[in-house]
C-alpha cells in the first residue's frame, strides 16, 4: 500500500488511519510526497511529511515535479502530480495508492465539471476505486476530517495557495459551494449523491453501447463502425457508440470531436475527420473508420493457406476457392498487393488493375493494402473472400482440381 502525503489536513488523516490498521493487520504501507514547487512553502510542507513519517517509521519517496507553465495550473500541476504517483508504484507489481479525496471534494469536482460542460461521465465525479487509485474518504467531509485531528491534537499543514480564488477549484469552494448550502444546507451530500447515482447509469449506458457494437465493428487490426449500427441510434446513443469505441483504443473523446465523428454519418463517402493522437476517420459506404498516424505493417501467415484434396464440393466461394492443379504446379503465393499486380476478373474477358478491381468491388481504401491475396508473379488468382482470377476456372467434375483453403482473419472482418 502506498499513501499520497501532501501535509494537508485529509491525507494527514489518511495516513493516521492506515497506520492504526497496519497495526491491525499488518501491510507493507510506504509513502509518497509530491513538491510541486509552486509555493513559498513547498520546502516546509516537504519536511514536515519528512518528519512525520520518520517519526511513524513510515518509508517516505518524494519528487521534485516541474509544473509546465502553459494553460492552467491546475490540470498541469494535476498531470505531473498522476506522473509522480505511477512513478512511485511498483513496474509489474499489484500496487494501491490511496488518495485522501473526500466528500468536499467530491462535489467541488461535480461542480467545475458541470460549469465546463461535462456529460455523465464527468458529472460521476471521482470513483472511490479507479485502477490502482484508492479514494477511502470520498464519504467523509472536511469538517468532520479537521474534527478528528484536532480531537487527537494532531498536526497539520495548510496550503495557501487555496485561498486563492483565481483557481477554479478554490473559487468553487470559497464562493459557490457556501451559496449552495444557503439554499439547502445538504447541498454537498445531495450533490455527491447525484453524482453516484450518474456513474451508475453511465455505466448502464456504456453496457448497453456496448450491446450495440456487438457485431458492428472491426476487432482486429482494423478499427471501424457499420453505419447501419450507429445511423439507427438516437445521438445520445451515437456519441456512447463512438466514445466507447474510441476507447478501446485508448482515444478520449471529448464533446467537439465526438460531434465530428457523428457529422460524418451525413457527410459523403470519402469524408474525413481529425480525432485525438493524430488519429482520423474516414466515412466510406458502410463503415466509419478510425485510422491510427501509423499503420502497423501486415503480416500473413503463409500457414493459413491450405492447398487440399478437391472431394467436388466447390466451397463457400468466399474462404475456400476451387483451383486447377496444373495453375498450382506453377507455384502460388500468399501477399498483400504490390505495384504491378492484376487479375483476370472471373467471367470477364482481359485483365484489370488490382485497385481498379478493389474499387469496383467496393473493399474500403484502409482495407487494400492489407487484404490476403494468392498470387503467381504479378498475376492475382485469388482475392480471398472477394473473388478468382478466370485462370482458376475449372471445369464441373474436373478432377485435375484442388481446394484452396484461408484460415485467417479478412481486414473486414467483425
Known amino acids: 500500500m502506498i499513501a499520497a502525503l501532501s501535509g494537508g489536513a485529509d491525507s494527514v488523516l489518511l495516513l493516521r488511519a492506515l497506520r492504526t490498521l497496519r497495526e491491525e493487520t499488518p501491510f507493507e504501507l510506504r509513502v509518497v510526497h509530491v513538491n510541486h514547487g509552486l509555493r513559498e512553502n513547498a520546502a516546509l510542507d516537504e519536511t514536515f511529511c519528512r518528519e512525520l513519517c520518520?517519526?511513524?517509521?513510515?518509508?517516505?519517496?518524494?519528487?521534485?515535479?516541474?509544473?509546465?507553465?502553459?494553460?492552467?495550473?491546475?490540470?498541469?500541476?494535476?498531470?505531473?502530480?498522476?506522473?509522480?504517483?505511477?512513478?512511485?508504484?511498483?513496474?509489474?507489481q499489484?500496487?494501491?495508492?490511496?488518495?485522501?479525496?473526500?466528500?468536499?471534494?467530491?462535489?467541488?469536482?461535480?461542480?467545475?465539471?458541470?460549469?465546463?460542460?461535462?456529460?455523465?461521465?464527468?458529472?460521476?465525479?471521482?470513483?472511490?476505486?479507479?485502477?490502482?487509485?484508492?479514494?477511502?474518504?470520498?464519504?467523509?467531509?472536511?469538517?468532520?476530517?479537521?474534527?478528528?485531528?484536532?480531537?487527537?491534537?494532531?498536526?497539520?499543514?495548510?496550503?495557501?495557495?487555496?485561498q486563492d480564488t483565481a483557481y477554479t477549484r478554490n473559487h468553487l469552494r470559497a464562493r459557490a459551494l457556501p451559496a449552495l448550502e444557503q439554499a439547502n444546507a445538504s447541498a454537498v451530500p445531495a450533490i455527491c449523491r447525484a453524482a453516484d447515482i450518474?456513474?451508475?447509469?453511465?455505466?448502464?449506458?456504456?453496457?448497453?453501447?456496448?450491446d450495440a457494437l456487438s457485431g458492428a465493428c472491426g476487432r482486429g487490426m482494423h478499427r471501424f463502425i457499420l453505419l447501419t449500427a450507429l445511423t439507427d441510434q438516437e445521438p445520445a446513443m451515437q456519441r456512447r457508440m463512438l466514445r466507447v469505441y474510441a476507447a478501446e483504443a485508448g482515444l478520449a473523446l471529448d464533446y467537439e470531436q465526438t460531434e465530428r465523428l457523428r457529422a460524418l454519418l451525413d457527410r459523403a463517402d470519402g469524408s474525413y475527420a481529425n480525432v485525438p493522437g493524430e488519429w482520423r476517420a474516414l466515412r466510406t459506404r458502410?463503415?466509419?473508420?478510425?485510422?491510427?498516424?501509423?499503420?502497423?505493417?501486415?503480416?500473413?501467415?503463409?500457414?493459413?493457406?491450405?492447398?487440399?484434396?478437391?472431394?467436388?464440393?466447390?466451397?463457400?466461394?468466399?474462404l475456400t476457392q476451387v483451383a486447377p492443379e496444373n495453375v498450382l504446379a506453377r507455384g502460388i503465393e500468399l501477399r498483400t498487393r504490390q505495384t504491378g499486380d492484376f487479375i483476370r476478373p472471373f467471367g470477364m474477358q482481359g485483365s484489370k488493375k488490382l485497385k481498379d478491381y478493389l474499387i469496383d468491388r467496393q473493399i474500403d481504401l484502409?482495407?487494400?493494402d492489407d487484404w490476403p491475396l494468392v498470387c503467381q508473379g504479378s498475376?492475382?488468382?485469388?482475392?480471398?473472400?472477394?473473388?478468382?482470377?478466370?485462370?482458376?476456372?475449372?471445369?464441373?467434375?474436373?478432377?485435375?482440381a484442388k481446394l484452396l483453403a484461408y484460415t485467417g482473419i479478412l481486414p473486414d472482418a467483425i
Request: hydrophobic share 45%.
Open 94 to 162: 499489484a500496487a494501491v495508492l490511496a488518495l485522501a479525496h473526500h466528500m468536499d471534494d467530491q462535489a467541488e469536482t461535480v461542480l467545475m465539471h458541470l460549469i465546463y460542460g461535462s456529460g455523465m461521465a464527468g458529472l460521476s465525479g471521482m470513483r472511490e476505486l479507479s485502477g490502482a487509485f484508492w479514494r477511502p474518504l470520498l464519504s467523509v467531509r472536511r469538517t468532520q476530517i479537521r474534527d478528528a485531528l484536532t480531537a487527537l491534537h494532531q498536526p497539520w499543514r495548510e496550503d495557501e495557495s487555496n
Open 286 to 318: 458502410t463503415r466509419l473508420h478510425l485510422l491510427p498516424p501509423k499503420a502497423d505493417a501486415c503480416t500473413l501467415d503463409a500457414n493459413a493457406l491450405c492447398i487440399l484434396p478437391f472431394a467436388g464440393k466447390r466451397g463457400d466461394g468466399r
Open 198 to 210: 450518474l456513474r451508475q447509469e453511465d455505466g448502464l449506458l456504456n453496457h448497453l453501447a456496448q
Open 366 to 368: 484502409p482495407f487494400r
Open 54 to 92: 520518520a517519526k511513524w517509521h513510515i518509508p517516505l519517496a518524494v519528487f521534485h515535479v516541474q509544473v509546465d507553465s502553459h494553460g492552467s495550473t491546475e490540470d498541469a500541476a494535476r498531470r505531473a502530480r498522476y506522473a509522480a504517483f505511477e512513478q512511485a508504484m511498483p513496474a509489474g
Open 379 to 400: 498475376e492475382v488468382l485469388w482475392v480471398i473472400g472477394v473473388g478468382a482470377s478466370e485462370t482458376l476456372r475449372t471445369a464441373p467434375g474436373d478432377q485435375a
